[in-house]
């Protein structure tokens, strides 16, 4: 490493610090980007789980009831889901 503006005090120490710390910063980061794809990964993986148990969900309303309307209405933070509510008036809460 080479800095041509120091002037050969302490200058060329702190620039050598700064320099290491950005090296550990860059590779925290290299590390978070990596976490954030190991995320994604499992977001989609869990988008497709959903997207299963909704597919069940609507098969299982067919066989019960034929072909219905169906709303998904009420959205639960707890629960993190809505509340189905069929054409016959039934509700099922999460």
């Not at 290491?20 to 590390?31: I, P, S, T």
């Not at 977001?43 to 309307?69: F, S, T, V």
Request: proline letters at 1%; charged letters at 30%; glycine letters at 10%.
């Amino acid at each position: 490493m080479k800095c041509d503006k120091c002037n050969g005090s302490g200058e060329l120490k702190t620039i050598g610090l700064l320099f290491f710390v950005w090296k550990h910063r860059m590779q925290l980061h290299a590390e978070g980007n990596k976490l954030h794809a190991d995320g994604d990964k499992l977001y989609d993986e869990g988008d497709k789980l959903w997207a299963e148990g909704d597919k069940l969900w609507a098969e299982a309303i067919l066989a019960a009831h034929g072909n219905i309307k169906m709303e998904w209405k009420n959205w639960s933070d707890d629960k993190r889901s809505y509340e189905c509510h069929l054409e016959t008036g039934e509700v099922f809460v999460p």
